[in-house]
């Protein structure tokens, strides 16, 4: 009867003793440590190159203007900021000598006109006489002498004629000459754009520039309806670039906006600028214009999109190791090291071609001292 106690008191004690020490170690036993955990699903995946330095947006065309003579700006009929149309009147230099010169030349025009007017109705009546005279020679009504001087008089008169119409076409040809001159002093607007910068006020002098002495231009007209990215690749990644491919574009001043767009020139030669590294200068297309407004001269950058898969197994590039591999968590939360074969990358994701499966958990982080293959982690709380 006595040892029929003793067992089940002593089973009790054993029973209490493995709830405390499984109390004990659950209390007592290290929290899982957190980590940043990304579950692999399937997406895009694009193999990208991007530009070394920032690039520029500029405009299809921009050109600095300057009269094709100098002298002194008497009219400035834009201010910057001004939008202008083609051919439209921008500046005049002072021409008062070139005004009075056509003036001249026109009246002279006229004087040419009447003086052929006069001289070919002589002609004309010259030539009825030498015909009258030729044929009263025929009857034998007067000498054929007479007849003679008659003919001559009216070739004399078809020439005075002729002279006088080529009078006509001097004139007419020193018109355009002095109209010439005149333009060159009356700068105007190759193309519709806007004005962006104005060197020089009504009174100051201004002067095309001289073979190799480079000047400030009188007026810098930009055409701000076409604009293009022009950025340097590494003279690397630039045989990977062809003209048609599509590439997006990113603005320093617009960060949160991207653009569509398109390669539309490869630079056929190498920029080498010292201390810096060899590229080559891409131009890339607005796909559609923009809706914002867009400055020429804002930096940006380019990333030409050179292949692209869709619907394939993803992974953050950041999560990826050395020699390919990973730290993915088993059934139990526990790291554990895998290899992995890689297909398409850029610096957001990797395709995975191998190793991994939808659906698992994959650490982003691994620069922690304590991560290390066995050990229980979860998802930072803070983490969405």
Known sequence: MLKKTIFPRTLIVILVLIA????????????????????LSRGTVEATVVNT???????????????????????????????VKKDQALLELWNADLVAQRELVQRQLSMAKERSREACIMADNARREAVRNQQLVDQGFISSQRAEDSDTNAQARQASCDAALSDIKRAQAQIRVTQAGLDRTILTAPFAGVIARITGEIGEYTTPSPPGVPTPPAIDLIDDSCLYV??????????????GQPARITLDAMPELGFSGRVRRIAPYVTEIEKQARTVDVEVDFEQAPEHT?????????????????????????????????????ADSRVQERSIETGLANWSFTEILSGLN????????FDQDDITVGVRVQQKTNQP
């Open 20 to 39: 405390l020490a499984v109390t004990s170690w659950y209390l007592t036993r290290p929290e899982p440590i957190q980590v940043e955990l990304t579950t």
């Open 230 to 243: 022009s950025a340097p690749m590494d003279e690397v990644d630039a045989p990977k670039i062809k003209v």
């Open 294 to 330: 867009l400055l020429v001269g804002y930096s940006a950058d380019i990333e030409a999109i050179i292949d692209r898969r869709d619907h394939v197994l993803r992974i953050p590039t950041q999560a990826i190791r050395q020699n390919n591999t990973i730290l993915a968590l088993d």
């Open 358 to 365: 939808e659906g698992d958990q994959v650490l982003l982080s």
């Open 53 to 83: 330095r920032a690039g520029t947006i500029k405009a299809c065309r921009r050109a600095n203007l300057a009269p094709g003579a100098g002298g002194q700006i008497v009219k400035l009929w834009v201010k910057e900021g001004d939008r």
